[in-house]
């Protein structure tokens, strides 16, 4: 039976679709995370006569813009998500946002595409991203029978009904502070919660620019160990050449006493030479072998004046090469003191990055002290309003498991319950109990409330032949999410 009413409603829904020219936007969102009190369904009848259009009035609240995607369809009741819509029909844009008439809009079905079948339906306006933004009561397409005619109630009842309404509403309120205040909590704690992680991301990031410091610090020590032995080796140079610079300084200083008696004698030999000379001219030509000794002492000197040349051009090479070692040493110290102060600027980053390593170790510390705090506020105060709700719920006499069901988020309630509630009014003795919640139902309840009750209590997948019970909801979730894959 399941299975041919799904077969049913596809093929109405194509047909639909044929009108339009185009499939609504639709999500696979739980009604967990629906928001029902952004649009408000005004005037909505408790049955309609099936053979006639239908026409749907809601009013758009201030919370709400309403875009060109939006449209409203005809769910039948217990639908999980916007995929199960019946029929739809395009919302149309108001005129003006800001006056009071283009907040009250209407869309008409058309009696073709309405259902035929005598099943619980409800109006719901779906925006174009396939989230429910407001829902209505139930009604059924059904004809008018005697029973819809005319009701007659007692002033008394009609003052107690008004009397649990109100109650009811200042139940809702309450619930409704509540709830804003806890969604401002978590809101709260996400906003501490990404402050942490936007914390650990920039220390991460530190830990890394450290890490890499560290491989640049060790890569500059090996360059400075190594121009440490190179500067070791230049130094064994300059001193092998300081050596060997006082070697040849002795050396000339040798050659320079030898010079000074050389030219000493030299002037004694030309002192002689002269009286010589004088004393030749005075012998007529004086004596050969004199002239030979002239000559050969002559020749002596020429190879002393070449030798002392020859120094001289050594020297000079050697102060030459002395200048070179010099600038070389002058070089390798300014290098030297290059790489030091390249090494103290490193260190002095890597002792910023630790100090500041740790000021946002200790920030984490705080933070996650405050994030402990808040989560303790939050279970206290989750348990604060368990305690309150079970507190209120004891004193109706609604069953515990559509209590707790009622108190799941939804802001008006469990409007698939709207017909039993007023069975709840302690008026007649009650002698029917439901085997599963234990709620109590009067002893002139209809036959099919209290199966529709049961009913509830049951979870039947749309797609196949498996039942599910009410303890086994989130499995019934996956189940009816692996057929919409």
């Given at each position: 039976m399941q299975?041919?009413?799904?077969v049913?409603?596809r093929?109405r829904r194509t047909l639909t679709?044929?009108e339009t020219g185009e499939?609504?936007?639709t999500s696979?969102?739980l009604l967990?995370h629906?928001h029902?009190s952004?649009?408000i369904?005004?005037?909505v009848?408790?049955?309609y006569?099936?053979g006639?259009?239908?026409?749907?009035?809601?009013t758009?609240?201030?919370?709400f813009?309403?875009?060109?995607?939006?449209?409203?369809g005809?769910?039948?009741v217990?639908?999980?998500?916007t995929r199960e819509?019946?029929t739809?029909m395009w919302?149309?844009?108001?005129?003006d946002l800001?006056?009071?008439s283009?907040l009250q809009?209407?869309v008409?079905f058309k009696?073709?595409?309405?259902?035929?079948?005598?099943?619980y339906?409800?109006f719901?306006?779906?925006d174009?991203?396939g989230?429910v933004?407001g829902?209505?009561?139930?009604?059924q397409?059904?004809?008018?029978?005697?029973?819809?005619?005319l009701?007659?109630?007692?002033?008394?009842e009609?003052?107690?009904?008004e009397?649990l309404?109100?109650?009811?509403r200042q139940q809702?309120?309450?619930l409704k502070?509540?709830?804003?205040s806890?969604?401002?909590?978590?809101?709260d704690m996400?906003?501490?919660?990404q402050?942490?992680q936007?914390?650990q991301?920039?220390?991460?990031?530190?830990?890394d620019?450290?890490?890499k410091?560290?491989q640049k610090?060790?890569v500059l020590?090996?360059e400075?160990?190594?121009l440490?032995?190179?500067k070791?080796?230049w130094?064994t140079e300059?001193?092998q050449?300081?050596?060997?610079?006082q070697?040849v300084?002795?050396e000339?200083e040798?050659?320079?006493?030898?010079?000074r008696?050389?030219?000493?004698?030299?002037?004694?030999?030309?002192?002689?030479?002269s009286?010589?000379?004088?004393?030749m001219?005075?012998?007529?030509?004086?004596?050969?072998?004199?002239?030979e000794q002239?000559e050969?002492?002559?020749k002596?000197n020429?190879?002393?004046?070449?030798s002392?040349?020859k120094?001289r051009e050594h020297?000079?090479?050697?102060?030459?090469?002395v200048?070179?070692?010099?600038q070389?040493?002058t070089?390798?110290?300014r290098?030297q003191?290059e790489?030091?102060?390249?090494i103290?600027d490193l260190?002095?980053r890597l002792d910023e990055?630790?100090f500041?390593?740790?000021?946002?170790?200790k920030?984490?510390?705080?933070v996650e002290g405050?994030?402990?705090l808040?989560q303790?506020?939050n279970?206290?105060?989750?348990?604060y309003?368990?305690n309150d709700?079970?507190?209120?719920?004891?004193?109706?006499?609604?069953p515990v498991?559509e209590?707790?069901e009622?108190?799941?988020?939804?802001v008006?309630?469990?409007?698939?319950?709207?017909?039993q509630?007023?069975?709840?009014?302690?008026?007649?003795p009650?002698?029917?109990k439901?085997p599963?919640?234990h709620?109590v139902?009067?002893?002139?309840?209809?036959?099919?409330?209290?199966?529709?009750?049961?009913?509830?209590?049951?979870?039947d997948?749309?797609?196949?032949d498996?039942?599910?019970?009410?303890a086994?909801?989130?499995?019934?979730?996956?189940?009816?999410?692996c057929?919409?894959?």
């Open positions: 299975l041919s009413r799904s049913s409603v093929g679709m044929e499939e609504p936007p696979a969102v967990d629906c029902f952004q649009i369904f005004n005037s009848e408790k049955f006569i099936p006639g259009d239908i026409t749907c009035h809601y758009l609240t201030q919370h813009i309403p875009r060109r995607k939006d449209w409203v005809i769910f039948r217990g639908w999980k998500t819509y019946y739809f919302a149309a844009l108001p005129a800001h006056s009071k283009s809009q209407q008409q009696a073709y595409y309405l259902p035929k079948d005598d099943e339906y409800q719901c306006y779906v174009q991203d989230v933004r829902a209505s009561v139930p009604f397409f059904r004809p008018e029978s005697e029973e819809d005619i009701v007659v109630t007692t002033q008394g009609v003052e107690e009904i009397q309404n109100k109650e009811l809702n309120q309450e502070d509540n709830c804003l806890l969604q401002k909590q978590n809101s996400h906003a501490e919660l402050k942490v936007d914390l991301e920039k220390l991460e990031s530190l830990t620019i450290n890490k410091l560290e610090v060790s020590n090996e400075n160990e190594g440490k032995v190179q070791g080796c130094e300059l001193l050449l300081k050596v060997q610079n070697n300084s002795s000339n040798k050659m320079g006493i030898r010079l008696a050389t030219l000493d004698h030299l002037d004694k030999l030309e002192a002689q030479i009286v010589r000379e004088k004393e001219e005075k012998l007529t030509q004086g004596d050969r072998d004199k002239i002239l050969r002492l002559k002596e020429e190879q002393l004046l070449l002392l040349t120094q020297q000079q090479k050697l102060e030459h090469t200048e070179d070692m010099k070389k040493d070089t390798a110290n290098k003191q790489f030091t102060n390249q103290s260190m002095k990055s630790k500041f390593y740790q000021e946002l170790q920030e984490k510390t705080r405050e994030k402990d808040l303790k506020e279970e206290r105060l989750l348990c309003v368990c709700s079970g507190s209120n719920l004891l004193s109706n006499p609604i498991q209590a707790l009622e108190n799941t988020g939804l008006f309630g469990n409007p698939y319950a709207a017909a509630d007023i069975q709840y009014i302690p008026i007649l009650s002698i029917k439901c599963i919640c709620g139902f009067p002893d002139d309840v209809e036959e099919n409330v209290f199966e529709q009750h049961l009913q509830t209590h049951i979870l997948c749309p797609f196949c498996e039942v599910f019970s009410e086994e909801r989130q499995v019934y979730d996956d189940h009816v999410f057929h919409s894959l």
